[in-house]
């Protein structure tokens, strides 16, 4: 079973301050990338893998999905995102996506937003997606960066001058992280760039479109402490197709 990090009171109450969290997907600096590598979700069955507190279910619903599930770990995210949803075609659903079972082609598109690094059998989620999505389906998500990732401590220091330097260390030795975001002892699971898309490859998927996500001259001109992404990758975005 997963971590369920996200149903500690402490954790939760840190990560709802965040801006992605207070203003949704305007506030998710990466989502007009991930929006651009998105199909048209009118008319799909769509599945929404670590859905949160469901902000890209009811946009998925707003923008004509025929139906959206919703999964998460958190009894506390689904909560939220059950009393902020009034759409009939959003359903959401307690799911851990190291175990999950899909209908067999049974949805044209499954989303992730940074959850997948949670799951440590991401070969067996995988498949587990592909076979649950139909012939030409979409697999599109967003992941921490495996160079953001790597490090024991990805915060970085700073030097006397005040410049931040990011180490990329044990880059090759995948497996667990534990890192303090919010409480001690956030777990996640690092692997490098060329395992993530090579599993998704030996499940069947071809690889359709990455994105290492930095963000644009008017993002940061909005906000500034955004400079620093263009330091390093955080967030690594995938399309693949069934």
Not at 136 to 161: C, K, N, T
């Amino acid at each position: 079973m997963a971590q369920n990090i996200y149903d500690d009171p402490q954790f939760l109450a840190g990560y709802s301050r965040l801006p992605r969290q207070r203003h949704g997907l305007a506030g998710a600096p990466e989502w007009p990338a991930l929006r651009a590598m998105l199909p048209d979700p009118a008319g799909q069955r769509v599945v929404d893998l670590g859905c949160g507190f469901g902000w890209f279910s009811r946009w998925a619903a707003a923008h004509g999905a025929a139906r959206v599930l919703g999964l998460d770990l958190s009894e506390r995210m689904l909560a939220r995102a059950r009393a902020d949803t009034a759409d009939a075609a959003v359903e959401y659903r307690l799911a851990d996506l190291e175990t999950i079972e899909l209908p067999q082609a049974s949805f044209d598109l499954a989303h992730s937003a940074l959850a997948f690094h949670y799951v440590e059998d991401f070969a067996r989620l995988a498949r587990a997606v592909h076979r649950a999505l139909a012939p030409g389906g979409r697999l599109v998500f967003s992941i921490e960066h495996p160079i953001y990732m790597a490090a024991a401590d990805p915060q970085g220091w700073r030097d006397e001058d005040g410049r931040r330097t990011w180490p990329i260390g044990r880059y090759a030795i995948e497996g667990e992280r534990r890192t303090e975001w919010f409480v001690p002892g956030v777990l996640k699971y690092h692997r490098t760039l060329a395992t993530t898309l090579n599993t998704l490859i030996d499940a069947g998927f071809a690889i359709r479109r990455i994105v290492e996500f930095a963000p644009s001259a008017e993002q940061i001109a909005r906000q500034p402490e955004l400079a620093e992404e263009l330091e390093r990758p955080m967030l690594l975005l995938v399309s693949a197709q069934r």
